[in-house]
T-cell receptor
């Protein structure tokens, strides 16, 4: 069974640029969630994708957007990068149980640094 | 508001001893799930244990067990026979049954002393 994978591992961008982070869900999982984890903090929910559509969103501005593909992999796009966007971005996949998300399984994360 | 509080930013335990990590949460929902995740320095968040709120019996997974007090909205994690590999950041989290979002605490950094 393949776990959740994310790419790239590390990324350095400058303020105002755009970035795309990628996630491959665990085998058999069809739901992907994205989290932002600032240094010394717990993960904060950005949004979730199910059946290629956004299925819930946290308190993040529209410049954070995403996609889910037919193979359940996902992308997180961030436009107009700000210094505060520097964080570890975590992807988590989960199976659907009765239409709701059960336990989430996390990838290793992408460390984004904005200069 | 949905919040999770971990009041112990750092904890330490001697190898082979027992340690308890605290977590409290605030929700008006009655049906939800609770989780403890471990995040080693390698960064990958690993599920340690989960508890359904409707179950009164405390969950256990080998050396890991929880003390779930629903009325007090408390969900502590007990690690028995601590091992060096248990050193990590531990996050408490929950999800309400009618939602998809996980709410995380700020974490407790556990050090295991040889």
């Amino acid at each position: 069974e393949t776990g959740v994978t994310q790419s790239p591992t590390h990324l350095i961008k400058t303020r105002g640029q755009q970035v795309t982070l990628r996630c491959s869900s665990q085998s058999g999982h069809n739901t992907v969630s994205w989290y932002q984890q600032a240094l010394g903090q717990g993960p904060q929910f950005i949004f979730q994708y199910y059946r290629e559509e956004e299925n819930g969103r946290g308190n993040f501005p529209p410049r954070f957007s995403g996609l889910q593909f037919p193979n359940y992999s996902s992308e997180l796009n961030v436009n107009a990068l700000e210094l505060d966007d520097s964080a570890l971005y975590l992807c988590a996949s989960s199976p659907i149980a009765g239409g709701l998300v059960d336990t989430q399984y996390f990838g290793p994360g992408t460390r984004l640094t904005v200069l | 508001a949905q919040t999770v509080t971990q009041s112990q930013p750092e904890m330490s335990v001697q190898e082979a001893e027992t340690v308890t990590l605290s977590c409290t949460y605030d929700t008006s929902e009655s049906d939800y799930y609770l989780f403890w995740y471990k995040q080693p320095p390698s960064r990958q968040m690993i599920l340690v244990i989960r508890q359904e709120a409707y179950k009164q019996q405390n969950a256990t997974e080998n050396r890991f067990s929880v003390n779930f007090q629903k009325a007090a909205k408390s969900f502590s994690l007990k690690i028995s026979d601590s091992q060096l590999g248990d050193a990590a950041m531990y996050f408490c989290a929950y999800r309400i049954n009618t939602g998809n979002q996980f709410y995380f605490g700020t974490g407790t950094s556990l050090t295991v002393i040889p």
